[in-house]
């Protein structure tokens, strides 16, 4: 059976129950009945491979089934697991679209902007004061007493510093999206900018080369990819605004609020996790030969979480 035909065999099934919910009271005795049929659904539509959006959709229903009658909330622990194993891969790949316009508006602006500052130096000063040029330079010095640090901080506060500093520009990243998703976008872009100049200044001396890309090469993986999911499910909010087709502008808010929690989740630990590299690994006085391998390894990771996680048979997508 085709999802078409699916939806509108059970349609006035997941109608009746959402009017019986919205009363509470006056429906429960019905909503057993009820219930093992719509579970019976969410099942089916797993199994059968229909839209994330349609399965996400029946699996809240069910919860609030669920919460109605047993006064506890279906979630469980493993909720948000599954929600990175399955869900979150899933999602992003049904985006693929806005990936693609977020992944131009990082990477050309930095590969432009790098290859001007690249084939001239002097470039670079359009795009940064020569005081943070200075400061970026003297970070990734052979002198630095910690790489890519400014001051003499340890690990630990440095961990809580980049926690700050990359989960805050991934939520405003996320949370400017609701303007139109243009915001989002241009967040995205002045990210892109400013890696594209620092890459290329630091990248012209060989002082400093081996020093910045052996710093950043496996951190990066994560928070870059951080950062690109926070544009993606910015943009998404935006656009469900700004073209909410047949649904209320309310309704299609919440619709993609749903449907972009796991995004916004990934992005946020994603960003934890560069964090963590970045306090504890990146600094340390390792060959740059390890951290190279040790960046290969991570970047291989999220190309391959994305691209086959989620996939394989059994793996029910959740709310």
Same mark, same amino acid.
């Given at each position: 059976?085709?999802?078409? !035909?699916?939806? $509108? ?24 009945? !009820?219930?093992?049929?719509?579970? !019976? ?6 199994? &059968? ?9 029946? @699996?809240?229903?069910?919860? &609030? ?19 990175? %194993? ?13 990936? *693609?316009?977020?992944?131009?508006? *990082? ?13 001239? $130096? @002097?470039?670079?000063?359009?795009? $940064?004061?020569?005081?943070? *040029?200075? %400061?970026? @330079? ?13 001051? +003499? ?32 976008? *241009? ?18 001396? #060989? ?12 951190? +990066? ?29 309310? &309704?299609?808010?919440?619709? $993609? ?30 060959? #740059?030969?390890?951290?190279? +391998? ?16 989620? %996939? ?8």
């Amino acid at each position: 059976m085709k999802q078409a !035909q699916f939806e $509108a065999a059970y349609g006035a099934l997941w109608s009746e129950i959402d009017t019986l919910l919205a009363k509470r009271a006056e429906g429960r005795e019905a909503l057993p009945e !009820q219930y093992r049929r719509l579970c !019976q659904c969410l099942a089916l539509a797993s199994q &059968r491979g229909y839209s994330p959006q349609l399965v996400s959709y029946l @699996h809240g229903l069910v919860a &609030r089934c669920h919460h109605a009658l047993y006064g506890v909330a279906a979630e469980r622990p493993t909720v948000l697991l599954q929600w990175l %194993r399955a869900d979150l891969p899933r999602r992003v790949r049904a985006e693929w679209k806005l990936l *693609l316009l977020v992944l131009l508006c *990082l990477l050309g602006p930095a590969i432009a902007i790098g290859t001007l500052v690249w084939h001239d $130096a @002097h470039n670079a000063f359009m795009f $940064a004061s020569p005081e943070e *040029l200075t %400061r970026m @330079h003297q970070m990734y010095s052979p002198s630095s007493v910690k790489t890519g640090r400014g001051g +003499s901080e340890g690990d630990l506060q440095m961990f809580g510093h980049y926690i700050w500093n990359n989960v805050s520009i991934g939520f405003r990243t996320f949370a400017s999206g609701i303007f139109g998703g243009v915001p989002a976008l *241009l967040s995205v872009l002045f990210n892109g900018m400013k890696m594209g100049v620092v890459a290329a200044w630091l990248s012209l001396d #060989p002082a400093t080369r081996t020093n910045f890309w052996s710093f950043v090469v496996t951190h +990066s993986s994560f928070e870059l990819t951080g950062l690109v999911l926070s544009g993606v499910a910015g943009v998404r909010l935006g656009m469900a605004l700004v073209k909410p087709g047949r649904l209320s502008r309310r &309704r299609a808010l919440q619709e $993609a609020s749903v449907q972009m929690y796991p995004v916004v989740a990934g992005a946020a630990l994603l960003t934890v996790l560069a964090a963590f590299f970045e306090a504890f690994w990146s600094a340390s006085s390792l060959a #740059p030969a390890v951290k190279y +391998s040790v960046g290969a390894v991570c970047w291989a990771m999220v190309f391959l979480f994305f691209g086959f996680a989620g %996939r394989e048979k059994g793996v029910h997508a959740t709310r």
